[in-house]
């Protein structure tokens, strides 16, 4: 089911990457279900994602963080000689793949590591000073004043 957002357009600022996020969600990306993965929050602002990757090998696997969106590609290796493999029965997926996951402000990758035909992505939110609630002092009436600097 798709809903119209334009309207949404009209009367708000700033909000239009939440708007084309939601566009992404219901569009037909959203029925790839390949890789499986998980998602979960080890602490407070650390998350992991933990894809299921069997059959691929480090060198297989790219993994890229562009401004707020993480790519995960997997691409398996022709071998040497260029021959093809005859299965009597193929239960392991080795097709090519990428994930794509949005991610919120302030979230970076930490690191990645491949174990048991799992890949472990690791995240921390790290907010700095700067984007932090801070307080404010209330004067008895007097004007706080702050410098401000000009361009020379």
Do not use: C, W
Not at 72 to 95: C, D, H, M, P, V
């Amino acid at each position: 089911m798709r809903y119209d957002l334009s309207p949404l357009y009209r009367s708000t600022i700033g909000f239009d990457r939440l708007f084309s996020m939601l566009d992404q969600v219901s569009g037909p990306e959203a029925a790839n279900t390949y890789p499986p993965y998980n998602i979960e929050r080890t602490a407070e602002d650390a998350y992991r994602i933990t894809l299921a990757v069997a059959g691929f090998g480090e060198t297989e696997i790219a993994i890229e963080q562009k401004e707020n969106v993480l790519s995960i590609r997997g691409s398996k290796e022709t071998n040497a000689e260029g021959a093809k493999k005859e299965f009597l029965y193929q239960g392991i997926a080795g097709r090519s793949f990428e994930r794509r996951f949005q991610l919120a402000d302030h979230v970076h990758v930490t690191g990645a590591n491949l174990e048991n035909g799992l890949l472990h992505v690791s995240l921390v939110r790290e907010i700095p000073e700067a984007a932090k609630p801070r307080r404010i002092p209330v004067g008895n009436g007097k004007v706080i004043e702050t410098e401000v600097k000009q361009a020379a």
